[in-house]
């Protein structure tokens, strides 16, 4: 039998997408093959159903696809009684745009269950945020559609009625065109909520309480205002967020700013309010453009703490509230410009590298009340001069090492001990002044430690 013609053979597709009896008598009458309605392979000389429609797909043109395109949509409520539904539109060649509608709460997508089991890699997530996502827009079967839709979002709706972004709901929502909309009924932002995403700038409304954990941490963000409604700023709430310049907006009602808040964020200024009772560890650690601080006066805080300016190698002059009794560890480690910071009297306690490598710091008024200096606490000053107070027992390891410029220290009456590596590196040591009475005293506690520095006097006074 003998192949059909491309003009006969378009007869046929054309006939196998309306009747098939027609196309039968057709073929018929022209010695052609005949259109087999059950799937299979076919025999010599037929052609089965399926194989005229893939034919008619390659030679058809293809119809102009019609926008909004929903790409999926379900519900994404945190409990029965929240009606809360998603979809996500494609609104053109490229684009897509998610909405969130209904009333109540969004789930959480941020659960404990979720993190990554033993000998699974991880290493290559940032944040610590080592979770699977189950959002109902990562996809499951079909995960490449879904991935594609998210990088395509350019706008997150979430409509009037919703109350809560759940953990994690928009994290890794990258693409550099984000826009986010919050309506007035929000009252709070999870943690995690916008990590990691695109998003530039953002109105939080009035009613927000709460933004969690790390909601807006690695992400684009440059600018934000603050709402009137707002108590609290989660642990690592703007964390790693480089481009956050400006925060505006601080008002009466927050009272806690958790650990890491603002951490490698490049903020250049900050007022804390009066209302703050609480600012956690690590809150401005790496804000590297942070030039100049204004704590709050009504800090409850005891410590300074951990790490809370280190690295922020902008800031200069820093006046410690007068609640704190203790500067933790490494506090102001590495700020390279810091020339004047006020320690309220009331300190006891300075910790291990607390001012390391703050080579512009020249001069430090210690105040009577401290009695412990930790190890390397000025290693790397700039200091010229040290009075140590009465309560001071020990100079410990390597407390001034490689401090070029310190030139004269003052000791207390209290020393016990002095550390052979105390003054290691200190090559413009010129003096050390020890009290008249516990001279004989001082003298043998300083042989070792000044066993290297045979032209510094010990003066009496």
Known sequence: MKKPG???????VLSACGAAGTAEAAAQNRNQPVLQEKAGKGTAGIFTKSDFCRIRNRIEVKKKRKYPEVVFSGRCGKSDADDVSYTMYRTGKGTCVLKIYGTGRMADYLEPEDFYSDGETYAAQPLDLYYRFRRPWDGGGDSKRYSEAKDQCIKIEIGEGITSIG?????????????????????????????????????????????????????????????DSLEKLGDGVFRNTESLQKVDNWNDKVKVIDDAAFSNTG?????????????????????????????????????LGYSFFNGCTSLKKVEIPESVKEIDDEAFRDCTSLETVVIPDGVVRIGWYAFLGCKSLADLTIPDSVTEIKRMAFSGSGLRTVTLPDGVEALSYRVFDNCEKLAIVRLGKGIKTIRKTAFSGCKSLQEIQVPKKQYKQYKKLLKKPLAKHKKVKIVKY
């Open 6 to 12: 491309i003009i006969l053979l378009l007869a046929a």
């Open 167 to 227: 953990e994690g709901a928009f994290t890794y929502f990258q693409n550099p065109a984000l826009e986010v909309s919050l309506p007035s009924t929000l009252t709070e932002i999870g943690g995690y909520a916008f990590a990691l995403s695109g998003v530039k700038e953002i109105d939080i409304p009035n009613r927000v309480e709460l933004i969690g954990e790390c909601a807006f941490a690695n992400s684009s963000l440059k600018h934000i205002v603050l709402p």
């Open 267 to 303: 903020i250049e200024s900050m007022e804390i309010p009066d209302s703050v009772e609480t600012v956690g560890d690590m809150a401005f650690m790496g804000c590297r453009r942070l030039k100049t601080i204004t704590m709050g006066r009504n800090q409850k805080d005891t410590v």
